[in-house]
């Protein structure tokens, strides 16, 4: 067989799992797009009853047409509605992800609860409620991950952090001590998946404007900014794109703080 006729290996396109992309504005969102330029096949899930209950809200159809964005990039892209907060829902994603697509490669752990609530309010709900998503499902999700990997390298998770080591959270105990169990989650992990060929690591974006800034928020955040801008989703999602690439496979069990020099003081 002369050289032209030989047959053309190529590489089977990576799938990823990113919870959380309700909304075509938020980080979510941005990470699917960046992940679909990268070339690959996507898988998002999404729970409009939490978006809906925000200030910010969510159209009902913002899921379809974030997907008809993703496939014009010309890979797959499925999404699934779930609560995450289900004690078995992080079998339903990975299931329905391999079902639909195939093994996935890629963990992007975006979905997150958040409320209010500083020590004069704080109760047992609110605790568990941020608990349930924040800390079970991305855990939950990321140990069946590991469980299921089978490709020998290549593997990676990304979970989304808040930086609660970089200063307090006045007002969200509940939000700063399980996104902070993340950062821990993160560390161990990564030590314990390596063998695996998995890399484990954090991203911390900072404050994002997705939607949910008052006028008054962003002229406090400029303040606080040496770029004289507010962070946007595709600046996670840039980074979430190189650390989910073959290029970042010796950086693993770290916590990466992409905010733009953000001044907590």
């Not at 089977?12 to 990470?31: D, F, H, L």
């Not at 195939?102 to 047992?124: E, M, R, W």
């Not at 998770?157 to 399980?178: F, H, V, W």
């Amino acid at each position: 067989m002369s050289i032209q006729n030989q047959p053309i290996e190529t590489k089977p396109k990576k799938v990823a799992v990113i919870t959380g992309a309700s909304r075509r504005q938020g980080i979510g969102a941005a990470i699917c797009r960046a992940l679909a330029k990268e070339g690959v096949d996507i898988f998002f899930t999404y729970w409009s009853k939490y978006d809906q209950s925000m200030p910010w809200g969510v159209e009902p159809d913002e899921p379809r047409i974030l997907r008809e964005e993703i496939t014009k990039q010309g890979v797959r892209c499925e999404y699934l509605e779930v609560d995450l907060s289900a004690a078995d829902a992080y079998l339903t994603v990975l299931d329905e992800g391999k079902r639909r697509l195939g093994d996935p490669s890629i963990l992007v752990n975006n979905a997150c609860f958040s409320t209010t609530d500083g020590y004069k309010v704080l109760d047992s709900t609110s605790l568990d409620n941020h608990y349930a998503i924040n800390v079970r499902a991305t855990t939950m999700l990321s140990v069946e991950f590991a469980r299921r990997f089978s490709q020998g390298s290549g593997g990676r998770i990304i979970n989304l952090t808040s930086g609660q080591a970089k200063g307090p959270m006045p007002g969200e105990i509940a939000y700063a001590a399980t996104k902070g169990a993340v950062e821990a989650l993160t560390l161990t992990l990564s030590a314990e998946v390596a063998p695996l060929g998995i890399t484990v690591n954090a991203v911390n974006p900072g404050p994002t404007d997705t939607g949910w800034m008052s006028e008054e928020t962003k002229q406090f955040l400029l303040t606080k900014s040496p770029f004289g801008r507010i962070g946007l989703p595709e600046d996670a999602a840039r980074l979430v794109a190189f650390l989910a690439s073959e290029e970042a496979s010796w950086i693993t069990g770290q916590v990466i703080h992409s905010e733009g020099g953000y001044r907590r003081r």
